[in-house]
C-alpha cells in the first residue's frame, strides 16, 4: 500500500518564533506507519525547526533549492547545505518558481537528481494553466513535465520521487479541481510513469493533488484511486488545520 504525504507549503510566510510556535503545536501528532506530515518552511527557519521535530513525526523540507553543490551563485542554497542540517525533502518546480523565476523542465530534472545525490526526498510540481485546461492541454503538457522531470532517474529513484499535481488555476484561488477531476489527471500521471519505468514502480510511486486543499475537501480527495497525499499552501498555515489535515490520512 502506498504512503499518503501531507505537505503544508508556508511560502514566504511566518516569523521565527510563530514557526516555531506551530511546531510545538502540531509536535504531538501522531501519524500512522502509513502517512508522512512535512512541514515545507522558508530557509531561515529550516535549522531551528528539523531540530524541534526531532522525536516527532514531522518532516521537514525546503521549498527550493539550487542543483549545483557549491558555487558562485548569490542567494541560492545547495542541496549539500540542506542535506547538512537534516531536511528530508525538497519542493521542486513549484508553479510560482516556474513562472516568476523562470525554473523550466530542464533545471527541474537537474534538481531531481541532485536531491537523489543527497539523500532527499523531492516533491516534483507539475500542473497546467487554466488555459491550458480549456485548450484540453492538459494531459499532454503533464505528460511532458513529468517525461523532462523524471529523465535519467533509475527505477528505485523514480519509485521514491513524490509528484504533486498541482493545477495552477486552483492554488490559492479557493478553487479546487473536482476529485474526479484531480484524480483523472493523476492516474494519467502513473499512466506515463508506468509507460518511462514500469506498472511495478509506477504502483510505488507518491502522487499528490495540491490546490486549495483544505480540511473540507481532503477525505474526498484521498478516497480517489490515485490521489496519496496534498501538498496545501493556505490550510497549512493554521496548526489545527494542518493537524486535521493529517488526521484525514491516518
Ligand atoms: C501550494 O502552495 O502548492 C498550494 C496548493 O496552495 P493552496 O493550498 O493555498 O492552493
Same mark, same amino acid.
Given at each position: 500500500?502506498?504512503?499518503?504525504?501531507?505537505?503544508?507549503?508556508?511560502?514566504?510566510?511566518?516569523?521565527?518564533?510563530?514557526?516555531?510556535?506551530?511546531?510545538?503545536?502540531?509536535?504531538?501528532?501522531?501519524?500512522?506507519e502509513?502517512?508522512?506530515?512535512?512541514?515545507?518552511?522558508? /530557509?531561515?527557519?529550516l535549522?531551528?525547526?528539523?531540530?524541534?521535530?526531532?522525536?516527532?513525526?514531522?518532516?521537514?523540507?525546503?521549498?527550493?533549492?539550487? /542543483?549545483?553543490?557549491?558555487g558562485?551563485?548569490?542567494?541560492?542554497?545547495?542541496?549539500?547545505?540542506?542535506?547538512?542540517?537534516?531536511?528530508?525533502?525538497?519542493?521542486?518546480? *513549484?508553479? =510560482?518558481?516556474?513562472?516568476?523565476?523562470?525554473?523550466? !523542465? =530542464?533545471?527541474?530534472?537537474?534538481?531531481?537528481?541532485?536531491?537523489?545525490?543527497? *539523500?532527499?526526498?523531492?516533491?516534483?510540481?507539475?500542473?497546467?494553466?487554466?488555459?491550458?485546461?480549456?485548450?484540453n492541454?492538459?494531459?499532454? &503538457?503533464? =505528460?511532458?513535465?513529468?517525461?523532462?522531470?523524471?529523465?535519467?532517474?533509475?527505477?528505485?529513484?523514480?519509485?521514491n520521487?513524490?509528484?504533486?499535481?498541482?493545477?495552477?488555476?486552483a492554488?490559492?484561488?479557493?478553487?479546487?479541481?473536482?476529485?474526479a477531476?484531480? !484524480?483523472?489527471?493523476?492516474? &494519467?500521471?502513473?499512466?506515463?510513469?508506468?509507460?518511462?519505468?514500469?506498472? +511495478?514502480?509506477? =504502483?510505488?510511486?507518491?502522487? +499528490?493533488y495540491?490546490?486549495?486543499?483544505?480540511?473540507?475537501?481532503?477525505?474526498?480527495?484521498?478516497?480517489?484511486?490515485?490521489?496519496?497525499?496534498?501538498?496545501?499552501?493556505?490550510?497549512s498555515?493554521?496548526?489545527?488545520?494542518?493537524?486535521?489535515?493529517?488526521?484525514?490520512?491516518?
Amino acid at each position: 500500500m502506498r504512503k499518503i504525504v501531507i505537505a503544508g507549503n508556508w511560502k514566504m510566510h511566518k516569523t521565527k518564533q510563530e514557526a516555531e510556535q506551530f511546531i510545538d503545536e502540531v509536535k504531538q501528532l501522531k501519524t500512522n506507519e502509513r502517512v508522512e506530515a512535512v512541514i515545507c518552511a522558508p /530557509f531561515p527557519y529550516l535549522s531551528s525547526l528539523v531540530n524541534k521535530v526531532k522525536q516527532t513525526d514531522v518532516k521537514i523540507a525546503a521549498q527550493t533549492m539550487h /542543483f549545483e553543490q557549491s558555487g558562485a551563485f548569490t542567494g541560492e542554497v545547495s542541496p549539500v547545505m540542506l542535506a547538512d542540517i537534516g531536511v528530508s525533502h525538497v519542493i521542486i518546480g *513549484h508553479s =510560482e518558481r516556474r513562472e516568476y523565476y523562470h525554473e523550466t !523542465n =530542464e533545471t527541474v530534472n537537474k534538481k531531481v537528481h541532485a536531491a537523489f545525490s543527497h *539523500h532527499l526526498t523531492p516533491i516534483v510540481c507539475v500542473g497546467e494553466t487554466l488555459a491550458q485546461r480549456e485548450a484540453n492541454d492538459t494531459l499532454t &503538457h503533464i =505528460e511532458k513535465q513529468i517525461k523532462i522531470a523524471l529523465d535519467g532517474l533509475t527505477d528505485e529513484q523514480i519509485a521514491n520521487t513524490i509528484i504533486a499535481y498541482e493545477p495552477i488555476w486552483a492554488i490559492g484561488t479557493g478553487k479546487t479541481a473536482s476529485s474526479a477531476d484531480a !484524480n483523472e489527471v493523476c492516474d &494519467h500521471i502513473r499512466n506515463i510513469v508506468a509507460k518511462i519505468t514500469s506498472e +511495478q514502480t509506477a =504502483e510505488k510511486v507518491v502522487i +499528490q493533488y495540491g490546490g486549495s486543499v483544505k480540511p473540507e475537501n481532503i477525505d474526498e480527495l484521498l478516497s480517489t484511486s490515485d490521489i496519496d497525499g496534498a501538498l496545501v499552501g493556505g490550510a497549512s498555515l493554521e496548526p489545527a488545520s494542518f493537524i486535521q489535515l493529517v488526521e484525514a490520512g491516518n
